[in-house]
């Protein structure tokens, strides 16, 4: 089956998961039957249509060498289209979000109305507008899916939406952010808290704008949408965050004395998510190390549920993007 | 909507399951608006049948003070129908087997035929002809579910079949059966085998008849589960199976003083799988304790995942039993 395939924003994520569906184009097609026909990107610059599907290996270069679709001055229609324009004029059958524009929802609502499923690694819509968004989808009997929105790839999502779902969850404890793990395993070295960050920066571990991850945004964000899932829809503005930026060194030290370490944690129970440094013991699942993230699911009937994997990368987060765009598709075609 | 199950199999883990649909129906009728109405039993004794839905208060009240269903003498039907009869002629919109039954394909395969979808904990039909399966439930597009199966309730399978879609699965490790890690932390401990495995069948962890677990059958037929959905379909016939009886307290002692300990662990790659003990560092995923199971998921975008929790137990079990009947409901009804 041919599935057409509109991707919005094409930095990192999106040429990530374009590389990604170039790469497992073979698989897929072997795999599921589907074949994926791209026939619009959105960037900053405007919008590349070709209904015939466009060359992603072509777009990937142009884009990697002149830094805008917009540069690419033969072949294919450009068009002077934002993202609701494109939602509403090219005829895809699945809206991919890898932006991150925090008015994003506005658009994902949009496509739901024009009968398109949504695929999306952006995290403010659903941190936001988590109710109004699957409930329309719900009423449309369409996919609309964020595996990437919490943990990259690691598939935390399809786990409590698709499993679990005699048990009642109570509590969820995970380490959502990867570059605060960064900077106060650095720390854990000897760094000072500044000298971290700036090393994170010139990794590009962390953004030029850090505040996203340090103030605990970033996460709670993610802990937010985990509690959307597991309980009930709540937004971020009524999240409890604080950041790593008041973490010290010499409270880095004590825990570390006492066979512990400091992590960025976040807590989700039935209304509440708080997301705060916290020590937990070396050796315990939310020790985790570099890009790693990790969450401890309590569930009346289970008990204790590990689940632990890559929380940041690109193609890491790629693999998110396209098995939504893969289960979107299956669902789309049943 | 009223759903209509059949149950097969009233031993711990089928009066498991009646427990946790009894104390969780309020919270399944909220969440997902669903009503499950048993409409039969089926037990060695014969099979209790009742169009209106069968009180499971007084059935298990019958089943665990007289042993058996067929000891019910007033208000209800009891017919002397085995499992086939019954799949073919009780009015059901899921089948749920569980048994131990080793031959329950092939009524597995008649509810199909006869539009009925199956949920199972029973290892066997999806060890041995889990192709044959899966396929006759796709053509006919019903559920065809097994979460229970590997892991007890803690979603490896939901993982793995609903998510990592666009990844392509290299290699699983996995602890697989919680009856040999009693066994080899009791050896630890200094207990002979034969002690450990004594204390093992007086706690009921291991069984009268041992050696399922003991030879590495039962985490053999879990590893060919898990090597059918995420490379192909095989059969166990296929997999390398040694169990723990040769493991001598000397090779305990000396995994204990270089910092591991032994596990019986399942390896999965493409076309083959293996089960032995091995000796896993302290510290690492694998060296799991009590009840704990865990496999580490390697993929070529994701890197490594781990997802650990409870691998044996009767409501964690019945988790995994449930979650599949509300899963089919759903998907029966949508």
């Known amino acids: ?49 070709m209904p015939e599907g466009i060359d992603l290996r072509e777009a990937l270069t142009v884009k990697e060498s002149l830094g805008r ?27 991919v979000d890898v932006t991150n524009e925090v008015n994003a929802h506005e658009w994902h609502l949009l ?11 952006n995290k403010p819509p659903l941190a936001f507008h988590y109710g109004k968004l699957t409930k329309e989808a719900e009423r449309r009997g ?18 409590l939406r698709d499993g679990l779902l005699g048990d009642s969850v109570e509590r969820i404890e995970a380490v959502l952010n990867a570059t605060t793990t960064f900077i106060l395993s650095e720390m ?8 971290a960050l700036k090393r994170a920066q010139k990794l590009g571990i962390a953004e030029r704008d850090p505040r996203g991850d340090i103030l605990g945004i970033d996460a709670g964000y ?8 597991a309980f009930e829809p709540m937004t971020f503005d009524n999240a409890e965050v604080s950041g790593i930026v008041e973490v010290t060194e010499g409270k880095i030290k004590r825990a570390g004395k006492s066979g512990k370490t400091v992590r960025l944690v976040a807590t989700v129970e039935k209304g509440t998510v708080t997301v705060e440094p916290r020590e937990v013991p070396l050796g315990s699942p939310l020790a ?26 690109l193609k890491e987060t790629a693999s998110g993007v396209v098995s939504d765009v893969v289960k979107a598709s299956l669902s789309l075609s049943g």
């Open 1 to 49: 089956m041919d599935v057409k395939v509109s991707i919005f924003g094409f930095g990192n994520v999106g040429r990530a998961t374009a590389r990604v569906l170039l790469k497992k184009a073979g698989f897929i097609q072997r795999r599921y039957g589907l074949e994926f026909k791209v026939v619009s990107i959105t960037d900053r610059s405007g919008t590349l249509w």
């Open 69 to 95: 679709i917009s540069a690419w001055t033969n072949d294919y229609e450009l068009y002077d289209m934002g993202p609701k324009e494109a939602v509403r004029d090219v005829g895809a059958d699945i809206v």
């Open 111 to 121: 496509a739901l109305r024009e009968g398109k499923a949504v695929v999306t690694s």
């Open 142 to 159: 369409l996919p609309y899916l964020f595996e990437a929105t919490v943990m990259a790839g690691t598939p935390i999502i399809t786990l």
């Open 188 to 195: 854990e070295r000897g760094a000072t808290f500044e000298a």
């Open 222 to 229: 993610k802990a937010t949408i985990l509690h959307c899932i």
């Open 288 to 313: 985790v190390e570099s890009h790693e993230n990790a969450a401890v699911i309590k569930t009346d009937l289970l008990g204790e549920l590990v689940i632990k994997g890559a929380g940041a990368g």
